[in-house]
């Protein structure tokens, strides 16, 4: 169930106003809760990514630039 239909759920029991004031204020906290679990996967998809695809190292000598297996470290 969407976070606007729990909430006009719940806010239908103040009658209409309440039914949309609910409904705005759970698609309003739905919304925040779903951006905060992108956040956070986001998050861990890019520690991936830069740990094992991108070459975050730099040979000082030469300049190479290469990345390092965690099983190396």
């Known amino acids: 169930m969407s976070g606007a239909k ?3 759920m719940l806010g239908a029991v103040a009658g209409p106003v309440g039914g949309a004031l609910g409904g705005l204020a759970g698609a309003l906290l739905g919304g925040l809760m ?9 998050a ?3 520690e991936v990514v830069d740990r094992q695809v991108l070459n975050n190292h730099r040979c000082l000598s030469c300049g190479y630039q290469f990345s390092v297996d ?3 470290v």
């Open 6 to 8: 729990a909430g006009a």
């Open 34 to 42: 779903g951006g905060t679990a992108g956040t956070v996967v986001g």
């Open 44 to 46: 861990r998809v890019g």
């Open 70 to 72: 965690e099983e190396d």
